[in-house]
Protein backbone atom coordinates (compact mmCIF):
# COMPACT_ATOMS: atom_id res chain seq x y z
CA UNK A 1 0.00 0.00 0.00
CA UNK A 2 1.40 3.21 -1.10
CA UNK A 3 0.31 6.29 1.71
CA UNK A 4 0.03 9.60 -0.55
CA UNK A 5 0.79 12.71 1.88
CA UNK A 6 -0.46 16.46 0.79
CA UNK A 7 2.02 18.92 2.13
CA UNK A 8 1.94 21.86 2.80
CA UNK A 9 3.66 24.57 0.05
CA UNK A 10 6.04 27.55 0.89
CA UNK A 11 5.45 30.74 -0.99
CA UNK A 12 8.60 30.97 -2.59
CA UNK A 13 10.32 34.82 -1.44
CA UNK A 14 10.41 37.40 -4.77
CA UNK A 15 12.89 39.94 -4.16
CA UNK A 16 12.36 43.52 -6.50
CA UNK A 17 15.87 45.17 -6.68
CA UNK A 18 15.53 47.32 -9.35
CA UNK A 19 13.00 49.14 -11.17
CA UNK A 20 10.46 48.01 -12.96
CA UNK A 21 7.77 49.68 -15.29
CA UNK A 22 4.94 47.46 -15.31
CA UNK A 23 2.39 46.42 -12.96
CA UNK A 24 3.33 43.14 -10.66
CA UNK A 25 0.68 41.07 -8.92
CA UNK A 26 1.51 38.42 -6.60
CA UNK A 27 0.02 35.45 -7.67
CA UNK A 28 2.21 35.46 -10.63
CA UNK A 29 5.26 37.30 -9.50
CA UNK A 30 7.80 33.71 -9.33
CA UNK A 31 8.07 33.10 -12.83
CA UNK A 32 4.23 33.14 -13.27
CA UNK A 33 3.19 31.16 -9.98
CA UNK A 34 2.42 32.90 -6.38
CA UNK A 35 4.96 34.33 -4.73
CA UNK A 36 5.47 36.79 -1.12
CA UNK A 37 6.71 40.23 -2.50
CA UNK A 38 9.75 41.91 -0.92
CA UNK A 39 10.59 45.63 -2.74
CA UNK A 40 14.30 46.59 -1.77
CA UNK A 41 15.74 49.40 -0.82
CA UNK A 42 16.99 49.54 -3.81
CA UNK A 43 13.99 48.33 -5.97
CA UNK A 44 10.78 50.43 -7.44
CA UNK A 45 8.07 49.89 -8.97
CA UNK A 46 6.92 52.60 -11.40
CA UNK A 47 3.87 52.98 -13.65
CA UNK A 48 2.59 55.93 -15.77
CA UNK A 49 -1.18 54.30 -15.69
CA UNK A 50 -3.49 52.50 -13.65
CA UNK A 51 -2.38 50.23 -10.51
CA UNK A 52 1.58 49.19 -9.52
CA UNK A 53 0.98 46.38 -7.49
CA UNK A 54 -1.53 43.95 -7.11
CA UNK A 55 -2.39 41.45 -4.29
CA UNK A 56 -4.22 38.40 -5.55
CA UNK A 57 -3.13 36.09 -4.06
CA UNK A 58 -2.47 34.68 -0.30
CA UNK A 59 1.03 36.13 -0.16
CA UNK A 60 3.04 38.83 2.03
CA UNK A 61 4.18 42.29 0.68
CA UNK A 62 7.07 44.07 2.14
CA UNK A 63 8.05 47.28 0.87
CA UNK A 64 11.40 48.98 1.37
CA UNK A 65 11.24 51.13 -1.49
CA UNK A 66 9.15 53.03 -3.94
CA UNK A 67 5.78 52.14 -5.35
CA UNK A 68 4.71 54.86 -7.74
CA UNK A 69 1.69 55.10 -10.04
CA UNK A 70 1.75 59.00 -12.01
CA UNK A 71 -1.58 58.53 -13.27
CA UNK A 72 -4.28 61.59 -12.28
CA UNK A 73 -6.81 60.02 -12.59
CA UNK A 74 -7.26 56.31 -11.30
CA UNK A 75 -4.09 55.29 -10.32
CA UNK A 76 -3.46 52.84 -7.65
CA UNK A 77 -0.04 51.72 -5.56
CA UNK A 78 -1.29 48.73 -3.99
CA UNK A 79 -4.66 46.97 -5.25
CA UNK A 80 -5.46 44.57 -2.34
CA UNK A 81 -8.27 41.80 -4.54
CA UNK A 82 -9.83 39.75 -2.07
CA UNK A 83 -12.41 38.07 -4.38
CA UNK A 84 -14.63 35.97 -3.12
CA UNK A 85 -13.48 33.32 -0.93
CA UNK A 86 -10.82 35.87 0.67
CA UNK A 87 -6.65 35.66 1.05
CA UNK A 88 -4.19 35.54 4.30
CA UNK A 89 -1.78 37.83 3.36
CA UNK A 90 -0.31 41.54 5.28
CA UNK A 91 1.56 44.10 3.84
CA UNK A 92 4.48 45.75 5.97
CA UNK A 93 5.77 49.44 4.09
CA UNK A 94 8.46 50.95 5.23
CA UNK A 95 9.36 52.70 2.07
CA UNK A 96 6.91 55.06 0.04
CA UNK A 97 4.05 54.93 -2.11
CA UNK A 98 3.30 57.59 -4.27
CA UNK A 99 0.69 59.16 -6.90
CA UNK A 100 1.27 63.10 -7.20
CA UNK A 101 0.25 62.73 -10.78
CA UNK A 102 3.33 64.51 -11.68
CA UNK A 103 2.29 67.67 -10.69
CA UNK A 104 4.55 70.14 -10.66
CA UNK A 105 5.10 73.27 -8.21
CA UNK A 106 2.03 75.47 -8.09
CA UNK A 107 0.01 72.98 -10.30
CA UNK A 108 -3.84 72.95 -9.59
CA UNK A 109 -4.45 69.43 -8.35
CA UNK A 110 -7.15 67.96 -10.75
CA UNK A 111 -7.86 64.61 -11.54
CA UNK A 112 -8.54 61.61 -9.32
CA UNK A 113 -9.82 59.64 -7.68
CA UNK A 114 -6.66 57.86 -6.73
CA UNK A 115 -6.02 55.58 -4.27
CA UNK A 116 -2.09 54.63 -2.41
CA UNK A 117 -3.34 50.90 -0.86
CA UNK A 118 -6.91 49.94 -2.02
CA UNK A 119 -8.59 46.63 -0.53
CA UNK A 120 -11.80 45.03 -2.90
CA UNK A 121 -13.91 42.31 -2.94
CA UNK A 122 -16.35 40.02 -1.01
CA UNK A 123 -13.83 37.88 1.07
CA UNK A 124 -12.14 38.94 3.84
CA UNK A 125 -8.01 39.80 4.24
CA UNK A 126 -7.05 38.14 7.14
CA UNK A 127 -3.30 39.94 7.90
CA UNK A 128 -2.22 43.17 9.31
CA UNK A 129 -1.45 46.46 7.23
CA UNK A 130 1.28 48.27 9.08
CA UNK A 131 2.94 51.12 8.06
CA UNK A 132 6.73 51.81 9.80
CA UNK A 133 7.97 54.86 11.20
CA UNK A 134 9.74 56.86 8.68
CA UNK A 135 7.66 55.24 5.79
CA UNK A 136 4.81 57.58 3.38
CA UNK A 137 1.73 57.35 1.36
CA UNK A 138 1.51 60.44 -0.50
CA UNK A 139 -2.11 60.68 -2.78
CA UNK A 140 -2.99 63.82 -4.86
CA UNK A 141 -6.55 64.15 -6.89
CA UNK A 142 -10.02 64.96 -6.21
CA UNK A 143 -12.20 61.93 -4.14
CA UNK A 144 -9.05 60.25 -3.30
CA UNK A 145 -7.66 57.86 -0.25
CA UNK A 146 -4.69 57.30 1.07
CA UNK A 147 -5.96 53.69 2.36
CA UNK A 148 -8.99 52.36 1.41
CA UNK A 149 -10.49 49.81 3.15
CA UNK A 150 -13.41 48.09 1.04
CA UNK A 151 -13.04 44.49 2.57
CA UNK A 152 -13.62 43.17 5.99
CA UNK A 153 -10.15 42.91 7.71
CA UNK A 154 -9.46 39.84 10.32
CA UNK A 155 -6.27 41.54 11.40
CA UNK A 156 -4.95 45.01 12.66
CA UNK A 157 -4.14 48.38 10.86
CA UNK A 158 -1.07 50.09 12.40
CA UNK A 159 -0.10 53.65 10.82
CA UNK A 160 3.42 54.59 12.06
CA UNK A 161 4.39 56.86 9.13
CA UNK A 162 3.19 59.80 7.44
CA UNK A 163 -0.43 59.56 5.56
CA UNK A 164 -1.10 62.59 3.42
CA UNK A 165 -4.11 63.56 0.62
CA UNK A 166 -4.34 66.66 -1.17
CA UNK A 167 -7.36 67.28 -3.14
CA UNK A 168 -10.78 68.20 -2.39
CA UNK A 169 -12.91 65.96 -0.35
CA UNK A 170 -10.18 63.30 0.15
CA UNK A 171 -9.76 60.82 2.83
CA UNK A 172 -6.30 59.92 4.58
CA UNK A 173 -7.71 56.09 6.53
CA UNK A 174 -11.58 54.96 4.62
CA UNK A 175 -12.40 51.80 7.15
CA UNK A 176 -15.72 51.07 5.16
CA UNK A 177 -15.76 47.26 6.40
CA UNK A 178 -15.56 45.24 9.82
CA UNK A 179 -12.12 45.30 11.13
CA UNK A 180 -11.44 42.42 13.79
CA UNK A 181 -8.48 44.26 15.52
CA UNK A 182 -7.14 47.66 16.61
CA UNK A 183 -7.17 50.43 14.19
CA UNK A 184 -4.53 52.85 15.41
CA UNK A 185 -2.31 55.86 14.00
CA UNK A 186 0.92 56.94 16.00
CA UNK A 187 2.23 58.32 12.88
CA UNK A 188 0.67 61.84 10.65
CA UNK A 189 -2.50 61.59 8.66
CA UNK A 190 -2.65 64.87 6.53
CA UNK A 191 -5.62 66.61 4.46
CA UNK A 192 -4.38 69.53 2.90
CA UNK A 193 -5.36 72.25 0.64
CA UNK A 194 -8.05 72.02 -1.01
CA UNK A 195 -10.68 71.63 2.04
CA UNK A 196 -13.42 69.19 2.63
CA UNK A 197 -10.50 66.41 3.65
CA UNK A 198 -11.41 63.95 6.41
CA UNK A 199 -8.66 62.47 7.88
CA UNK A 200 -9.97 58.90 8.92
CA UNK A 201 -13.46 58.04 8.41
CA UNK A 202 -14.59 54.81 10.20
CA UNK A 203 -18.00 53.66 8.91
CA UNK A 204 -17.29 49.64 9.40
CA UNK A 205 -17.19 48.31 12.37
CA UNK A 206 -14.30 47.80 14.48
CA UNK A 207 -13.91 44.79 17.09
CA UNK A 208 -10.77 46.11 19.12
CA UNK A 209 -10.60 50.33 19.52
CA UNK A 210 -9.96 52.96 17.29
CA UNK A 211 -6.70 54.74 18.91
CA UNK A 212 -4.61 58.58 17.49
CA UNK A 213 -1.10 58.42 19.50
CA UNK A 214 -0.06 60.64 16.35
CA UNK A 215 -1.13 63.89 14.57
CA UNK A 216 -4.07 64.45 12.20
CA UNK A 217 -4.91 67.45 10.42
CA UNK A 218 -7.16 68.55 7.52
CA UNK A 219 -7.94 71.80 5.82
CA UNK A 220 -4.96 74.48 5.12
CA UNK A 221 -4.24 77.72 7.02
CA UNK A 222 -3.21 81.38 5.03
CA UNK A 223 -0.41 80.37 3.28
CA UNK A 224 2.34 81.66 0.34
CA UNK A 225 2.80 79.04 -3.12
CA UNK A 226 5.76 78.88 -4.23
CA UNK A 227 5.69 82.38 -6.58
CA UNK A 228 4.60 84.37 -3.21
CA UNK A 229 1.24 84.08 -3.87
CA UNK A 230 -1.22 84.09 -0.70
CA UNK A 231 -3.10 80.98 -0.65
CA UNK A 232 -6.07 81.31 0.85
CA UNK A 233 -7.08 79.20 4.58
CA UNK A 234 -8.96 76.15 3.38
CA UNK A 235 -11.52 74.78 5.70
CA UNK A 236 -10.81 71.16 6.48
CA UNK A 237 -13.54 68.29 6.88
CA UNK A 238 -13.43 66.51 10.57
CA UNK A 239 -10.31 64.86 12.08
CA UNK A 240 -11.61 61.65 12.70
CA UNK A 241 -15.36 60.75 11.49
CA UNK A 242 -16.70 57.71 13.30
CA UNK A 243 -20.43 56.25 11.87
CA UNK A 244 -19.78 52.42 12.82
CA UNK A 245 -19.74 50.78 16.52
CA UNK A 246 -16.06 50.56 18.03
CA UNK A 247 -16.22 47.55 20.60
CA UNK A 248 -13.66 48.86 22.71
CA UNK A 249 -13.98 52.50 22.19
CA UNK A 250 -12.14 55.59 20.59
CA UNK A 251 -8.84 56.77 22.05
CA UNK A 252 -7.06 60.16 21.51
CA UNK A 253 -3.76 59.97 23.48
CA UNK A 254 -1.98 57.26 24.99
CA UNK A 255 -4.23 54.09 26.09
CA UNK A 256 -2.41 53.75 29.72
CA UNK A 257 -0.45 56.53 31.84
CA UNK A 258 1.53 54.81 34.08
CA UNK A 259 1.66 55.75 37.88
CA UNK A 260 5.01 55.97 38.36
CA UNK A 261 6.60 58.30 35.29
CA UNK A 262 10.08 56.93 35.82
CA UNK A 263 9.47 53.20 35.25
CA UNK A 264 12.81 52.36 34.45
CA UNK A 265 13.76 54.02 37.65
CA UNK A 266 17.01 55.98 35.39
CA UNK A 267 15.99 59.77 36.85
CA UNK A 268 14.51 60.69 33.65
CA UNK A 269 10.67 60.97 32.93
CA UNK A 270 9.63 58.16 30.02
CA UNK A 271 8.10 59.07 27.02
CA UNK A 272 4.29 58.07 27.04
CA UNK A 273 3.22 57.35 23.22
CA UNK A 274 0.36 59.22 22.45
CA UNK A 275 1.29 61.98 24.97
CA UNK A 276 1.61 64.56 22.33
CA UNK A 277 -1.78 63.25 20.14
CA UNK A 278 -3.48 66.05 18.35
CA UNK A 279 -6.46 66.01 15.80
CA UNK A 280 -6.87 69.18 14.22
CA UNK A 281 -9.52 70.96 11.82
CA UNK A 282 -8.33 73.80 9.82
CA UNK A 283 -11.16 76.95 9.68
CA UNK A 284 -14.44 75.41 10.86
CA UNK A 285 -13.96 72.03 10.29
CA UNK A 286 -14.77 69.58 13.10
CA UNK A 287 -11.45 67.44 14.98
CA UNK A 288 -14.16 65.36 16.00
CA UNK A 289 -17.39 63.18 14.67
CA UNK A 290 -19.61 60.75 16.06
CA UNK A 291 -22.45 60.60 13.79
CA UNK A 292 -25.44 57.46 12.82
CA UNK A 293 -25.50 59.10 9.15
CA UNK A 294 -22.75 57.59 7.14
CA UNK A 295 -20.84 59.51 4.26
CA UNK A 296 -23.12 57.97 1.63
CA UNK A 297 -26.01 59.44 3.79
CA UNK A 298 -27.34 55.92 5.14
CA UNK A 299 -28.35 55.62 8.89
CA UNK A 300 -27.22 53.71 11.16
CA UNK A 301 -26.41 53.11 15.32
CA UNK A 302 -23.57 54.10 16.46
CA UNK A 303 -21.78 52.26 19.76
CA UNK A 304 -19.08 52.77 21.46
CA UNK A 305 -18.00 50.14 23.71
CA UNK A 306 -15.38 50.40 26.71
CA UNK A 307 -11.96 51.15 26.63
CA UNK A 308 -10.04 50.03 29.64
CA UNK A 309 -11.59 48.26 32.92
CA UNK A 310 -13.83 49.02 36.19
CA UNK A 311 -13.81 53.24 36.81
CA UNK A 312 -11.60 54.05 34.39
CA UNK A 313 -13.36 52.52 31.40
CA UNK A 314 -14.72 54.81 29.01
CA UNK A 315 -16.29 54.56 25.73
CA UNK A 316 -14.69 57.81 24.44
CA UNK A 317 -11.03 58.90 26.17
CA UNK A 318 -9.47 62.42 25.51
CA UNK A 319 -5.87 62.14 27.24
CA UNK A 320 -4.49 64.57 24.80
CA UNK A 321 -5.74 67.86 23.05
CA UNK A 322 -7.77 68.92 19.46
CA UNK A 323 -6.97 71.32 17.76
Known amino acids: MVLVMSLPAFAQEVTIDDDRTSTVRTSTADGGSPGDVTISTS????????????????????????VESTDRVGGVGIDVLTGDSGIT??????????????????????????????LGGAGTFTGDITSNSGSQIVVFGTDSVGLDLGSAVDGSIRLGGTLAVQGENSIGLAVRSSVSGDV??????????????????????VSGSVLNLGAITTGRNQVFDNDFNVLPQESGG????????????????????????????DGIVDLIPGTGATIAARGDGKAVVISATRSDGSMGDVTLGAFGTGDEASGLSIAARFG
Not at 92 to 113: K, T, W
Not at 185 to 198: A, R
Open 43 to 66: GSVTVEDGTALVVDSSNLLVINGI
Open 89 to 118: SGIELSGNIVLDGDFQNNDEVVGGPNFGIR
Open 238 to 265: PGVFISADVARGFVNGPPVIPEDPDEDG
Open 184 to 205: ENSGTIQGVSFGGETGMLIEGA
